[in-house]
């Protein structure tokens, strides 16, 4: 398989949030309950996307602090990141933070050398546990969007968004990658930049507001269709 068709991929994230099962679930289709925390492992996978075959090699990162350390650069070079949060722990979507500074640098790196530059997709994990939910999607949404980043929340065990996030990463670095041989340049949007509001998304349980009479106001909600329950609360963009 020549080189455009394979993308490498880093999983990355606060320990316990769910890494390794979402890896495993996309490579084996495998649901156990626990995995090694400590453990860094690489897999391949092929799948094919808009009849294209690609070949993925996952990075299942190991994400607690104290193994931080052994992060190693060929983690960076990643061609797309997975930044895994867990919806249940409050500090775990901050703890992507760490993630994104060192992807940051990477990216300018890139860019002082002409090179395509990395693709992410924020994924909020553990969607199952709704009644245990301590960030919103909305949250999660701004989080990623604010950095220029696609979002989806996913449930390993319900294997809910699995397939999706992956297929979601591949046409993204796919298209990156023409953009960049087309000479087009994307539009990351800079630290500075990250302090502009964001529209409002509805919650997973209000109902979504109509423009008022006389209102000449774009639809809302913007180019979403309508879904209803828990379909509703997993967001994809
Ligand atoms: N309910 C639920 N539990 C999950 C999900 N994903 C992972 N877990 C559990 O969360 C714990 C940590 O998962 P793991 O994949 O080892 O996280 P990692 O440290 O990020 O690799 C394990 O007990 C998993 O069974 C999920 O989508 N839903
Ligand atoms: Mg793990």
Redesign the pocket.
Known sequence: MDQAHRISITVC??????????T?RLVRSQW????D?TIEDSYSVTRTIDGVTYSLSLT?T???EEYRGLWSASNLSADAFLL?Y?ITQANSLEALEYFNEMIEIERETRLEQDRVLPVCIVAG?????QGMRQISARDGLEWAKSRGYGFME?????MVNIEETFALLVKRVRDMRLDYERGIKPAIPTAASRTMPLSPLPDANEKAVPPGPGSHSQTWPPDRPQKSGFWLSLKCW
């Open positions: 994230g606060d320990g316990g949030c769910g890494k390794s099962s979402i495993l156990t309950h626990e995995y925390p299942d190991a994400g607690q895994v867990d994990n553990k969607c199952d546990l996913t449930s390993a065990r319900e």
